[in-house]
């Protein structure tokens, strides 16, 4: 029997925004880096952020920025503590910026951020180009989830027997 492979403590999920996929249809994703300070990295690793209120944005020199994402204060930082909720610089090649860029010209498509984590020791966002979703449609995925939760509870119990 093999040993069981340890967890790697780098890697791992520290934030996810659920709100995305509920309020947006998911077109494209990609991974990330994002520039962090010293005591921003050490309150990622204690697992506090939240993504719930941020988005992406576009600059005019061609930069992607992670707004409103809260990584509160490191709790065992000094005085050049970080700010909580400042502007993200997001590590993408110019082309994967541009890709994005051309799809932002369409209406009513923008970029969320939809988790945060650890890669190899470094910190990573998974951004998506995103569509709203109207309020109809939120209520179809619902109801879509739940009579599929139904269908595998019937069939469990059918299984059972």
């Known amino acids: 029997m ?5 967890k790697d403590p780098r890697n791992g999920v520290v934030a996810q925004n659920r709100h995305a996929r509920h309020d947006y249809t998911i077109e494209d994703t990609e991974e ?41 204060e490191y709790l065992n930082g000094t005085w050049n503590n ?14 994967q910026i541009e890709k994005f860029a051309r799809a932002l010209q369409a209406k009513g498509y923008t970029i969320v951020p939809l988790s945060l984590y650890f890669k190899n020791g470094r ?31 019937a069939m469990r119990e059918h299984n059972l027997r």
């Not at 970080?82 to 082309?95: D, G, S």
Request: hydrophobic share 40%.
């Open 2 to 6: 093999a040993a069981k492979k340890a």
């Open 32 to 72: 990330a880096g994002i520039v962090l300070t010293g005591t921003e990295v050490k309150s990622l690793r204690e697992g506090r952020a939240s993504l719930t209120e941020s988005f992406v944005s576009i600059d005019k020199y061609n930069e992607m920025w992670l707004e409103g994402a809260n990584i509160p």
């Open 82 to 95: 970080h700010m909580p909720k400042r502007k993200r610089k997001l590590l993408l090649h110019a082309v």
């Open 123 to 153: 910190a990573k966002v998974e951004i998506a180009l995103a569509k709203g979703k109207r309020e109809y449609d939120k209520r179809q995925a619902l109801k879509e989830a739940q009579d599929k939760r139904e269908a595998l509870r």
